[in-house]
């Protein structure tokens, strides 16, 4: 356990500096600083060693090489209790430095105030992010503060210790270090970028500075587009980086629906992976959803969901895609095709498709572990994805049906891929599994009913008193339960939850309809 003995501090966020190092300084703590902050901490009465002391050499070029050293660097690297590195460090007369207060130049209020190109060149920090990036590597002896924000921490972690800073403790630090340079770093390439080409192809603040890729286009064809790869997953196939292996390139819309057509695959292929899955994405809803023997009944069970909406969309397959689908494929206007595999023949023959697109994906195995980010004015959303899995579906009235809990399952991960407020209708036909109509994305529920009631007919299936009713969410008043009796459908799920659940539950008992309460609501907005 190393104690901090010496500091190096240097600040362009003033907040709270010379409380801290009056709280080291009265702790035995060596300080050394250069510039604006040993102005700032010599003003107010604590005593700074001057960094050029310990570099041997002056600031110069206008303040640009201060902590910039070959003794800088190797106090802060140096392994401590590493007996090459001890013995090295010594003859050197390398002194170790246990602690680096350090925020960055303030590129970013530059930026925010318009700054001109030379004044933002100026606020480039070189040495900052050199200190903090060598003791956050060495995080193992030293300790890093980026930011106002972690002083009071630091400081009771810092007494109770007795100069002593936990390791776990010095761990968040790093990672809080490497974060803001990274952060840091993808702003000035985001800056450079709109300078210099008149558009930015980094994301600061999600994926930072990772290069994108141009899509054909954005949502729209005015709109630019742009895929990154997250670097993290770099090693895995995903749908970020797995190549076409025909087609013209994807676009903004094309890869939202593959995701969607993906995730909704995978999710329902988890039910028993031994079966075949097909969903089909219509604008990131499933308009299509089946599960059976085969791959090419699950198509075929899929495209009778929507027929109309499945013009023009996307389809996902848990198996190997072969001749059989690929003809019914071919004979439709299909975008995008994804599967694990595709066996010659239909390769053969959606070869003659040109524009078709085909993408090699196997459905995850396990839950999603991506962060799902969008976008609002001024910053991004993130949140985990819907991994949320009903550990009890309970029986709240008993009517007349009886469905298999595996319906209840298809039904329930179909429901959740749609957008809310979302209603679907599934069925269980001669041992497959298929989405019959669903309602999506309306301000209210009853609508959705409709849609799914109507589209459900459309397709033609009429054997509503078969069919298990999802809602996404509760059911806050009886009108749904009404119409859905006047629908003639005899099994509802829905998460439960609503201030009129014992309404609900009534009028569900005065229909002899079947409701289950899930205890999990699964919006998508």
Same mark, same amino acid.
């Given at each position: ?30 300080? &050394? ?89 100026? $606020?480039?920090? &070189? ?71 008149? %558009? ?10 990772? %290069? ?63 079966? $075949?899955?097909?969903? &089909? &994405? ?72 040109? $524009?078709?697109?085909?993408? %090699? ?68 036909? %001669? ?95």
């Amino acid at each position: 356990m190393t104690k901090i003995s010496r500091a190096l501090v240097s600040v362009s966020n003033k907040k709270g500096i010379v409380e801290l190092c009056q709280a080291l300084t009265q702790a035995g703590v060596e300080v &050394i600083s250069s510039g604006g902050t040993r102005k700032v901490l010599t003003a107010a009465g604590i005593v700074v060693t001057p960094i050029e002391e310990v570099t041997g050499n002056p600031e110069a070029f206008g303040g640009r090489m201060k902590t910039l050293s070959f003794q800088i660097s190797s106090s802060l690297l140096f392994r401590r209790g590493h007996s090459d590195d001890e013995v090295q460090a010594k003859s050197l007369g390398i002194r170790a430095i246990d602690l680096v207060i350090c925020n960055l130049y303030p590129f970013s209020e530059v930026v925010k105030k318009g700054g001109a190109e030379e004044e933002l060149v100026e $606020n480039i920090d &070189i040495g900052g992010p050199t200190m903090v990036r060598a003791a956050a590597k060495n995080y193992n002896a030293v300790t890093v503060l980026t930011s106002p924000k972690q002083y009071e921490s630091f400081l009771e972690s810092f007494k109770v210790g007795d100069g002593v800073v936990p390791i776990d403790i010095r761990k968040m630090f790093s990672l809080e270090a490497f974060r803001h340079t990274a952060s840091y770093d993808a702003l000035i390439s985001e800056t450079f970028e709109k300078m210099l080409l008149g %558009e930015s192809r980094s994301f600061h603040g999600s994926l930072e500075g990772e %290069e994108a890729t141009k899509v054909r286009y954005g949502e729209n064809p005015h709109q630019r587009g742009y895929v990154v790869a997250n670097p993290i997953m770099a090693g895995s196939r995903t749908l970020a980086n797995t190549p076409c292996l025909q087609g013209k390139a994807l676009s903004y819309n094309n890869y939202l629906d593959a995701d969607a057509a993906w995730r909704s695959m995978s999710d329902l292929a988890r039910i028993n992976p031994e079966l $075949n899955t097909v969903t &089909i &994405i219509k604008h990131s809803n499933p308009c299509g959803a089946a599960i059976s023997s085969s791959n090419s009944k699950a198509l075929e069970l899929a495209w009778s969901g929507d027929p109309i909406s499945a013009f023009g969309s996307i389809i996902a397959f848990s198996h190997e895609v072969d001749g059989e689908e690929a003809s019914f494929i071919c004979e439709r206007f299909v975008e995008v095709v994804i599967a694990p595999s595709f066996t010659s023949s239909a390769r053969d023959l959606f070869s003659k498709k040109k $524009n078709l697109r085909l993408l %090699e994906l196997a459905p995850q195995k396990n839950d999603f572990e991506d962060k799902m980010i969008r976008t609002i004015h001024g910053g991004y959303l993130v949140q985990d994805e819907d991994n949320g899995s009903e550990e009890k579906i309970e029986s709240v009235c008993s009517g007349n049906s009886k469905v298999s809990s595996k319906l209840i399952k298809f039904g329930i991960l179909v429901t959740k891929h749609l957008k809310s407020n979302a209603i679907s209708l599934c069925l269980e036909k %001669e041992g497959s599994f298929l989405l019959a109509g669903g309602g999506m994305g309306n301000p209210n529920r009853l609508v959705s009913l409709d849609q799914a009631y109507q589209k459900a007919k459309e397709n033609g299936y009429n054997d509503f008193d078969q069919m298990v009713l999802i809602s996404d969410a509760f059911f806050p008043f009886r009108d749904n339960i009404d119409k859905a009796n006047a629908f003639g459908i005899k099994t509802i799920v829905q998460p439960g939850g609503s201030i009129k659940d014992k309404e609900v539950i009534s009028a569900c008992e005065e229909f002899g309809i079947n409701m289950y309460f899930t205890g999990m609501r699964h919006f998508r907005h």
